[in-house]
């Protein structure tokens, strides 16, 4: 079987899809790994580990594609790549299904089995697959270095003979995964460190790592069975929004990171909210590509609002390229890996599978997962 | 000389207390058990300096008889199976007091006299038959089960009445010798009426009861006889025999009462699906048990985390290296509830990396472990996952410590973890739970190691 | 004169405090060798025993004072040889 | 009765003893004084109902005086003062001893009787002098000072040659009441010369020791009056008072033998540069001292660095704050090698930002606080650089932890810190060093807390 | 019959024991209040001294007795009292 | 007294000599304050903060350096500005008075009084005025950050279901203030810490901080009364490069900080080294702009030699502005405070002060500070 990874073409984009290690991996596992010259530039790797690996270099993309039986990638595919594969072809990546409906059907159309990495599912068992997971983590660590780096303070308490310092204080609304690990960076760094999140069994979480976790009575408020967050009213939002109001007026740095799965998550800091706050002070918006917590953030770039910075840089474990290769690598090891049938040494599409038929967006010129079905079909 | 031989006793009672002392030390047990043997060394020569004695024979022959069986038994007899050994010993203490209260009637002894040697019969005679009973429990020669029957108590209660019956007759009539033979008769018949309702599992406390006993058989013979070490150091047995039983019955949470009168050792297996039984333990235990280790593998969970316990936990970590144990982490990839949990808590505790291991690092040592420390992890520990195919969580990699020597798990109770499964861990045979907040737990434990 | 039971009592009384003082907070493992100790020195009844079994005048009482000695012997020496076995496997280390 | 009021006696012993017990915890003590006050009375009340007695009034008279004194001056000593009281009634007891000795004395005693006689006479008779002057050096009625002068040896070799002999003469010829008048004058004179040359800081071992002595001279009292529960009491009194004192002497680091003769008091200050006594403190006794202690501040500096001893620190901080205690920590600007060193630190131990007070807002503080700890501080707490002109450190500001009640200061040494100066804070008669590495010795001071 | 001092002796030894495991590891604090508790005990003199002041006889050892009652008494009533103002100041805080 | 603030004029200079509360306690002292129009405004005040802290605005430069008595700044003066100065005047500032002889000259000749903040004696008294601790300090933290910026790698170890990733390791050279606070900046974020420096008291204090010691024998080392290492022999200099050669090569993060006071910091880290490093390493020069530690470092540059990240940015204090204004502002405050005359309300120069002496380089139309004295008149 012959397992492709062609380069990233995403701009701004360092991460890779398989590292060395991992490509050595896939080989031992009987397959024949093609890896596209240059793929692993950017995350520091050269052409040469990966033919140390096992794997052969390829130079014509175009052919790279033709010849797959599985792509392995990190971004969804251009309508031009998909008109470049196999038909029953096997395409592994972030597809963001929800939104790229044109996407999904060009794919089912093409005959393509698409692989949609957000959707594994959220169990013990499969998240070692978990490739939203190992991102959003680093994702996490990420937000907080950066904004570290934009404040004009240090984050720690230092008692110095020139005076104190005070530490600075970090609000960090939304503590799923990332979320949680921006608390335990900041924490880490020294600062006071202050949490909301949707969910009640958050607060637990968030005093285990040493932070403090604002109360709100939002009323009914929960999580779905998968472990992401219920979408609130609006009337919710507005009750959230006025109960952070405070908090945020008396923060260094604010880093968000609220989203509910498959919908635009809501705005949570407004325009006002930033006036009331600090000269110097920053927020991180995690989500500012796809709309974003923050009210004026800007995909991409960093704004200045009242002398506030707020940053939407995105795609944040690209920063730190190569632990996050090596993660979404592994995440894709282990799905391959889960699926893999030793004996005839292919990937096998097996819809009895406890996590894999979850993830399948289109199979043999179908698109086989109900709730994107069910989106497409109409249903908002 | 008579005064020699007094204070020769005196002598040997102290050493006895103070050989008891040191018995509860781990440090010092066995230097106070040969401190107790010399106390009854000293006892026994100033004994056969009486000068009462005339005929030697007899008792050398005693000696040499008792002495061969008892060094032989104690030699030959299994680790394992010390327990029913004791309980046997135990018993020809208490029918070497009956004997003794037997020869110790003389034509005209004095009321008081019949009524100590009645006791020491009783006593005796008691302890000797409970003491088989007990030892064949324990042994398994006859069913370690609680025997019980309809009318047990009705039965019981005549003989009661048959014991006291017959020593009031005694004693009013001590030239009636069949009376002393039915209270000797009784007697043995009670020791097994009492024992054999009671099940296999409470035989530790049965048998220190009974060895509370036969102090007091010979104390009662001390009386009969005269003699003052028997009186003192029957006293002393007595007495530290029934603390002993109590402290026993506390470790094992029961009443005394209810060890002897209701409990009937039915058990006290809840029903849960998971075959097995919870196995509580207390700082205490899991300390002496800590100590005794010389490679330990702590496993930390997310329970560990809500407890922030990371800083006791190294803390812990570094008495048991001063102790001389090897210690290990086995970081689970899911432990806690972000990547990177455990991590960043160890780290704050200044845990060195190296001895972190990943769990397919420990795994493999994991048989060589004396303890493994569960800190409040549940999911990551689940054999479940190797062992019941309809687990949710079947087929993922779990940290396996089953596979160590002992395991300790601290939760605060029988709940579930994140995934909201079974832990049949909770019910293997090596497994003890140390229930409450771990980081109290483990302050406990701390606390042990520093007294 | 102070009778005899009086001090016996006494003695006795002295003997549960210190039973308690001594046995007191003993760690369960400790339990099993303790008692087999404790019983051990409850083969004192050898000590009674021996001025039986030695009168010579070979009657009753002198046969059960050597039986009596017989199986308070093997009390005594089993015990105390059981009980050091059992100690000799918690060899502490040192530290 | 006669048998009804010796087991009373039994019951009140079982009291002395059950309130001793308790007197030797913090938390039971007080119980435990009542205890063994109510096995006084039931004592004293069993004693009255002996059909010997024909004739109350002089007891009760006795009593009235006795008591009205006793209630009295336990009422109207200060605080202070108690020390000396004690040794007063201490007296009183012996001098009692001494009196029933001689009440006792019959024409036609036995020899054993007339040996208990004089012993409860001379042990009754030294207590009560040495008791009277313990009493008078404590007070300060006679110079605390050790008294010697030359000869003294020779002297008390005289008087114990004259005790010894008169006693023997007195066995011998008990009709001449000379020989008995002789033994009660040189015990009198023996007790006074036995504490003259003891040094008024070593008292409170002197007098345990006089308590101990008058138990036994109850003791022998007791054989004289044949009565049994001045017997045990006494020797109960006797033997946990010798082990008493033992402990006392212990605690001060020297021993019996060295309090009793060669140390002769003549105190122990080093030849420092700074005035002042080094008053070293142990573990437990620091621990008793933070266990009443409502008002803490920590002070760090770089030694708890060094010794990485914050994560004991903080759990220090978690057991006072549950003991119901305020804990602050005064952190200096310069403490430690870098800015913000002791922040590093704590944060890293998880104490909480609002514990960490400056300089200037924990100095007013400081004299509403029990104990300030010190740990591995120095030249940040120097009261030199507020009180010694010429010191390089003159002028800048400290924090002031010696105008706290009490301050522990742990380090390893009397070694100076970095700006390498003599510090008068370890000097000052509120301070106590606490030596050792730092991390040792606050984890001695948790596990006293859980223990 | 077995001599009273035999007893006694037993009665000695077991207090020693007693003794030491009931003071072993007194906290310091405790070392004066203690001292003080068992010197109250110390005045048990006052049972031997109420026998001999209780004989009616108006003799030496009538008054003598009669001045230990009273000497004795301080002790016990004093001794106690003290002890009880001195605990009275370690109110034990709860928690 | 006239006090005066003129605004920094060095490109980059995010900080201020003094800020708002600072300049309050001024006043309160007794001190007529003058602030250049907008001379907080990089470190975000404006002059309406000075204003309400009741100094006064002036606009005019030319007047301010006039008018002024003290002149507080942060950077050395230019020619132009001394000029500008009353003959008397008191200027504090940083001045390099060991590179800058010309400058000493021309305020010898203005018949300026020229404190050297540098020459802060470092005595335990004088800590509080000790500008070089105390933006050291902030530099220390600072590097980390920026070299956790540019590492392509997270600094703490995880253990995650996506396998483990491995925790970086940091080697700084040179324990001094900034060096020790690089220790703990790195420490805290979780990565694996080693330092090395000369002098021998600093083991203890690294190993205070949680971090290894790396034990190089170099021979007679050692430290001056003041505190500061001792110039190393070429030959220990080679000693010590091969010693940290296998370190270096196996860090993902180097920090240097090494200098000795008053020259020209040692090279340390040589081109081989560097190009032993990993691909994607970072390196830090904390003294670039005076010569630097590493071979190779541009002052106030990034330079990438070999795949490894140099960093000779400099100025590290800067990027937290608000801080290491406050503490400078301190520091300055500290000063003027430990020398005025309460009753005459002004800055009194007494050369009968333990700690003033030592930093006046030149007063009354002389050099008075020996070792410059010394040094201008000829030695090196
Ligand atoms: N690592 C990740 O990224 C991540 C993210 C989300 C979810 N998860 C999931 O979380 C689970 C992690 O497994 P785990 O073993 O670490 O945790 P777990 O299975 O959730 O078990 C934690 C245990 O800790 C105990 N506990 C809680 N507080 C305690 C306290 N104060 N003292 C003592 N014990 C306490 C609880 O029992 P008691 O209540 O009886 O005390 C509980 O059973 C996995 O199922 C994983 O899939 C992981
Ligand atoms: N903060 C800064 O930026 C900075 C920088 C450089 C220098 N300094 C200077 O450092 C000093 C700081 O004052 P400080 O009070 O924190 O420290 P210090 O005056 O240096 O005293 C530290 C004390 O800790 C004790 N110690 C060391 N190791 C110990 C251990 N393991 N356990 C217990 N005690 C231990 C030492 O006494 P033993 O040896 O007897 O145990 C020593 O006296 C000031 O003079 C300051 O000027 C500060
Ligand atoms: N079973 C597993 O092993 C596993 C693996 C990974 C994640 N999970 C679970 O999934 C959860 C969610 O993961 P995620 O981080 O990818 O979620 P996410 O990225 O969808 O959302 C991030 C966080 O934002 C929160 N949020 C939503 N609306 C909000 C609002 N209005 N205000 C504040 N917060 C709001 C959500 O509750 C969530 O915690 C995790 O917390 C974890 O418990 C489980
Ligand atoms: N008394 C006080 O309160 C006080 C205040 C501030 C600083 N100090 C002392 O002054 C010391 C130095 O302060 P600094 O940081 O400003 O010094 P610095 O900036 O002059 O030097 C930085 C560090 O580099 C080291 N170094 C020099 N040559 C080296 C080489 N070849 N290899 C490795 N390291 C080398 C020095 O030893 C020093 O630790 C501090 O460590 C501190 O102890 C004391």
Same mark, same amino acid.
């Given at each position: ?8 073409t ?20 009987g ?23 096992g ?6 993309r ?17 309508? &031009?790549?998909i ?12 597809? !963001? ?8 059907? #060009?794919?089912k ?17 499969s ?22 780096s ?46 909301f ?15 403090? *976790?604002?109360?709100? !009575?939002?009323?009914e ?15 919710q939002?507005?009750? /959230? ?49 796809t ?27 690209? &920063?730190?390229?190569? !632990? ?6 592994s ?5 391959v ?6 004996e ?14 979850g993830?399948?967006?289109t ?18 | ?13 102290a ?5 008891? =002392?040191?018995?509860?030390?781990? #440090?010092?047990?066995r ?35 008792g ?24 018993? *020809? ?17 004095a ?26 429990k ?8 609680a ?12 003989i009661?009445?048959?014991?006291l019956?017959?020593?009031v ?6 030239d009636?010798a069949?009376?002393?033979?039915l ?8 020791g ?20 509370s006993?036969?102090g ?6 001390g ?9 003192? #150091? ?30 009937f ?33 702590i ?10 316990a ?7 970590t ?6 001389g144990?090897e210690?290990?982490?086995?970081i ?24 972190l ?14 303890v493994?420390?569960v ?16 687990s ?7 940290i396996n ?26 019910? =293997?045979?090596?497994?003890?739970m ?12 701390i606390r042990?190691?520093?007294? | 004169?102070?009778p005899?039971?009086?001090f ?22 400790l339990?099993t ?7 051990a ?13 030695g009168?010579? /005048? ?18 005594v020496?089993?015990g105390?040889?059981?009980? !050091? ?11």
């Amino acid at each position: 079987m012959r397992l492709a990874i062609p380069r990233e073409t995403l701009p701004g984009e360092n991460r890779v899809p398989i590292i060395p290690d991992i490509a050595k991996k896939l080989c031992r596992l009987g397959a024949d790994v093609d890896v596209e010259s240059g793929m692993g530039d950017s995350a520091g790797f050269s052409d040469q580990d990966y033919i140390d690996a096992g794997a052969s270099i390829v130079t014509d993309r175009a052919a790279l594609f033709g010849s797959a039986d599985v792509l392995l990638r990190i971004h969804k595919p251009s309508h &031009d790549e998909i008109a470049l594969m196999k038909p029953g072809c096997i395409h592994i990546s972030f597809l !963001d299904p929800f939104n790229e409906h044109d996407l999904v059907t #060009a794919l089912k159309e093409r005959g393509v089995t698409a692989i949609s990495m957000e959707m594994i599912p959220r169990t013990t068992r499969s998240q070692k697959m978990d490739a939203l997971s190992s991102q959003a983590n680093l994702a996490g660590y990420v937000m907080v270095m950066k904004a570290a780096s934009y404040l004009p303070r240090i984050l720690p308490m230092m008692m110095t003979p020139a005076g104190t310092l005070k530490p600075a204080n970090v609000f960090v609304i939304g503590a799923g995964v990332a979320g949680l690990q921006a608390i335990a960076t900041a924490k880490r760094l020294g600062a006071k460190v202050t949490a909301f999140d949707t969910r009640p069994v958050v607060a637990e979480q968030v005093q285990s790592l040493g932070a403090k *976790f604002l109360e709100i !009575d939002l009323g009914e408020t929960g999580e779905t069975a998968g472990g992401y967050a219920k979408e609130l009213t609006p009337e919710q939002v507005e009750m /959230q929004r006025q109960a952070q109001k405070d908090v945020i007026a008396k923060s260094d740095v604010v880093i968000t990171t609220a989203q509910v799965f498959g919908r635009k998550p809501p705005v949570l800091v407004t325009s006002d909210m930033i006036e009331g706050m600090a000269t110097g002070s920053v927020i991180v918006d995690m989500a500012a590509e796809t709309g974003g917590n923050v009210e004026g953030s800007v995909p991409g770039e960093v704004v200045n609002i009242a002398g506030v910075q707020l940053i939407g840089t995105g795609n944040w474990s690209s &920063d730190v390229a190569r !632990d996050a290769s090596q993660m979404y690598a592994s995440n894709l090891f282990n799905l391959v890996e889960d699926n893999w049938d030793e004996e005839q040494k292919l990937f096998k599409v097996d819809f009895e599978d406890d996590i894999l038929p979850g993830c399948i967006i289109t199979h043999g010129g179908e698109v086989v997962h109900d709730t994107i079905k069910n989106l497409m079909a109409g249903g908002q | 000389m008579q005064t020699l031989i007094q204070f020769a006793f005196v002598l040997s009672a102290a050493l006895f207390i103070f050989g008891l =002392k040191q018995l509860g030390s781990p #440090a010092t047990a066995r230097r106070g058990n040969l401190i107790s043997a010399i106390g009854m060394l000293i006892a026994i020569v100033a004994a056969l300096m009486d000068q009462g004695i005339v005929d030697y024979r007899f008792i050398l022959a005693g000696f040499v008889v008792g002495g061969v069986i008892g060094a032989l038994a104690a030699r030959m007899v299994a680790m394992t199976s010390m327990p029913e050994m004791v309980a046997l010993f135990n018993g *020809f203490g208490g029918m070497a007091s009956l004997l003794v209260g037997m020869a110790a009637l003389t034509p005209n002894a004095a009321t008081f006299t019949l009524v100590t040697i009645v006791l020491s019969i009783l006593i005796g005679g008691l302890t000797f038959t409970g003491s088989l009973i007990a030892y064949g429990k324990l042994s398994e020669r006859i069913g370690s089960g609680a025997v019980m029957f309809v009318g047990q108590q009705f039965v019981n209660s005549l003989i009661v009445l048959g014991i006291l019956g017959s020593a009031v007759m005694f004693c009013l009539q001590p030239d009636q010798a069949h009376w002393l033979y039915l209270v000797v008769g009784l007697s043995l018949v009670f020791g097994i009426m009492a024992v054999i309702p009671i099940g296999g599992a409470d035989m530790p406390v049965v048998i220190s009861l009974l060895n509370s006993y036969s102090g007091l058989a010979a104390c009662a013979a001390g009386f009969a006889v005269d003699n003052n070490i028997l009186i003192v #150091a029957g006293s002393l047995v007595g007495a530290s025999g029934i603390i002993l039983t109590q402290i026993m019955c506390k470790a094992m949470n029961r009443s005394l009462a209810n060890v002897l009168f209701s409990g009937f050792g039915s058990g006290k297996v809840e029903t849960t699906e998971v075959e097995g039984e919870i196995k509580p333990i207390s700082v205490d235990d899991a300390y002496y048990v800590l100590e005794a280790a010389t490679n330990v593998a702590i496993i930390p969970g997310y329970g560990m985390a809500v407890a922030q316990a990371q800083h006791v936990v190294k803390e812990l970590t570094e008495l048991l290296e001063e102790n001389g144990a090897e210690v290990n982490f086995g970081i689970h990839p899911v432990a806690g509830r972000m990547p990177g949990h455990m991590n960043v808590l160890l780290a704050e505790a200044d845990v060195p990396y190296d001895q972190l291991l990943e769990m397919d690092d420990i795994n493999p040592r994991m048989e060589n472990v004396d303890v493994a420390i569960v800190i409040g992890a549940n999911d990551v520990v689940n054999p479940a996952a190797r062992e019941v195919e309809s687990s949710p969580i079947y087929g993922m990699p779990v940290i396996n410590v089953d596979s160590a020597r002992t395991v300790f798990v601290l939760k605060r109770s029988m709940a579930s973890g994140f995934a909201g499964i079974e832990n049949p861990l909770f019910y =293997k045979d090596n497994t003890r739970m140390l229930f409450g907040d771990a980081k109290e737990s483990i302050g406990g434990l701390i606390r042990e190691f520093g007294s | 004169m102070i009778p005899a039971e009086v001090f016996l009592t006494f003695i006795l009384m002295l003997s549960i405090f210190l039973g308690f003082e001594l046995i007191n907070k003993v760690p369960a493992t400790l339990h099993t060798p303790l008692m087999s100790g404790a019983n051990a020195i409850s083969g004192i009844t050898v000590v009674g025993a021996v001025s039986l079994a030695g009168t010579g /005048q070979q009657d009753l009482a002198n046969w059960l004072g050597a039986a009596a000695v017989a199986l308070a012997s093997i009390n005594v020496v089993g015990g105390y040889l059981v009980t !050091d076995r059992m100690l000799a496997m918690f060899k502490k280390k040192e530290g």
